[in-house]
């Protein structure tokens, strides 16, 4: 591959791919950051009515990436479908300025399509600037996750204090500005990462369909479609318990059947149980999201209602103290990243079962920490800032233990003919987790069950009673596993 290198030794187009996802997450997470509580302050919607709509549009944001990896695949080539999601993500930003409901609607489709093709195709292209088996593929996808986090962390303190400060149609517009940015950045420095494969239209995608346009054209407006479905799903969001619940049974099937289907006795046994293995670990998974995701509903609200976010006179807005998360993750990702590597080398590594037990158990611990907080609630009912500071400084460390070993897992469980399939799979136990987190935070919402508003006192033991059941019943969770981690071990067949 012809492919020029950085100071670095990694190809130029990494960092060109580094910066168009570092705004596309900005982008992204922007919207995220400000859309419950525009929901509830501006549109004016109960708690648990945003906390469904907000979970319906993430739940299909990640279902979204596994129609337009397919589409890129077979019609668009990867370039194309990143400057078509850039394009789309951008417009929804700015529909959202409209001010109303079916401009927000709207604009979500916008940005569910968009994200399915950009999300699903630039880390693709990111894996095809290095040849089969190059050994700095693992620290260049590395360095490409730095670039998410960073994007994120611009995104939850300038666009969420914008957002708050000014106006949220500030946050939003400036969100799309973001993902302008990204465009250009992709399409300027598209030389850079020429040398990838399938950028440009497929074989199949050239075709013309009754003479006049080619197939690729006909998918990207036919995508346009896909827009009005998004927004009577994200209303409609009941439709989405059996949607999700269908393509899980559809996809574990696929997978079974893709073991059995192997070319020998010994062989069915060994890929039959590691993808009974891989469906366990999706619905552990989606366990730990649907808990994780709380950050943008219930914890947001939390944060604006019975935190005192005050520093030295400073009011931080609400939907900012989403940024420790992102902010954590960049202090600590390359730490734990070296720690995995020391670790194995003195055989203390811990086997994935256990990881994810500790994940899952660094997250319960971090939604119990609120009754410490609870112990030095103000006169307004509002526990300390320090609260959510370690809240989530431990789902951080639970979340470094749980989200790269599962993507690496997956690719060590499947078949290599089945690979994209069950990466496809692993997404859609984030769309299920995102959706499921969504129903979760509804029960957190400052509305008594007849519908009244509660007071701040009583606002805050619902929340403190909600978290803490939550922390509960992870722990089980965490402990279960661990129970289970030899049978585990056993079904992934020296997997590690």
Known sequence: MNNKTSMQGHPNGLMTLFFSEMWERVCYYGMRVLLTLYLVK??????????????????????????????????????????????????????????????????????????????????????????????????????????????????????????????????????GLGMLLGLIIFWTGRKNYAAAEGLGFTEEGNQKVLGVLKKAHLVGLLSLLLIPVAYFLILQNSWLDYILLGLFLLISFVLIKAGLDADSKEKVKIWRDRMIALLIFMV???????????????????????????????????????????????????????????????????????????????????????????????????????????????????????????????TKLSPKNIAGTAMGAWFLSFAIANYVGGKIAALTGGHSDSGVALTASEGLDKYISIFSTIGFVLIGISILIMLLNKPLKKLMHGVV
């Open 42 to 175: 501006s549109l004016m919607k109960g708690d648990a009515d945003a906390a469904i709509i907000y979970g319906a549009y993430t739940g299909l944001v990640y279902a979204a990436p596994i129609i337009g990896g397919k589409l890129a695949d077979k019609f668009l080539g990867y370039r194309n479908a990143v400057m078509l999601g850039a394009i789309l993500m951008a417009i929804g930003e700015f529909l959202i300025l409209g001010g109303t409901e079916q401009f927000l609607m709207i604009g979500m489709g916008a940005l569910i399509v968009g994200n399915g093709y950009f999300k699903a195709n630039i880390s693709t292209i990111v894996g095809k600037l290095y040849e089969d088996g190059d050994p700095r593929r693992d620290s260049g996808f590395t360095i490409f996750y730095i670039g998410i986090n960073i994007g994120a962390l611009l995104a939850t303190t300038v666009i969420a204090y914008v957002g708050e400060t000014y106006g949220f149609k500030y946050g939003f517009g400036l969100a």
């Open 284 to 410: 552990i998974n989606i366990t730990f999201w649907a808990c994780f995701e709380q950050a943008g509903t219930s914890l947001t609200l939390f944060a604006d209602r019975n935190v005192d976010r005050s520093i030295f006179g400073w009011e931080m807005p609400a939907s900012m103290t989403q940024f420790f998360n992102p902010f954590f993750i960049i202090v600590f990702g390359s730490i734990f990243s070296v720690m995995w590597v020391k670790l194995a080398k003195i055989g203390k590594n811990p086997s994935i079962p256990m990881k994810f037990a500790f994940g899952i158990l660094q997250l319960a611990l971090g939604f119990l920490v609120t009754n410490i907080g609870l112990q030095f609630v103000n006169e307004a009912y509002q526990v300390p800032l320090i609260t959510l500071v370690v809240l989530y400084l431990l789902h951080t460390t639970g979340e470094l233990f749980l989200s790269p070993i599962g993507l690496s897992m997956v």
